[in-house]
């Protein structure tokens, strides 16, 4: 948490803007991978991978290198144009998984390409 808070703390904030997704505006999410396995110590886990695709807004440059282009998204009439992005994160969570063990998952892993690097 600490990396990271240090990170998103230098980053312009176009790059700290477009790693906000609104839940509308997300757009396709999908699992990248789903391991099992056990710790030195015999407790269970389970970790998720799941990738995201989203909609922003974030004043960024047409074309962010490793992204798809910028989509112009029309709403009323030709003169009322949105410029979106359509951007990706992934994040892998992480929880427990013995019999008994609270359901409460870990973010392990946060990737917003191009943008956290």
Do not use: C
């Not at 904030?13 to 990248?32: C, F, K, N, P, V």
């Not at 998204?73 to 009322?80: A, H, K, L, S």
């Amino acid at each position: 948490l600490k990396v990271l808070k240090e990170k998103i703390s230098l980053l312009p904030d176009s790059h700290r803007d477009a790693l906000a997704a609104d839940l509308d505006e997300i757009m396709y999410t999908t699992e990248g991978d789903v391991r099992i396995y056990y710790d030195d110590d015999g407790i269970k886990f389970v970790r998720i991978l799941m990738r995201f695709w989203y909609l922003n807004s974030a004043n960024l440059p047409d074309e962010v290198p490793g992204e798809a282009k910028v989509f112009q998204i029309m709403f009323g009439d030709e003169n009322t144009k949105e410029k979106k992005h359509l951007l990706t994160a992934n994040y892998e969570f992480q929880r427990e998984f013995t019999e008994g063990a609270k359901p409460d998952w870990t973010i392990t892993r946060i990737e917003h390409p191009k943008l956290l690097e």
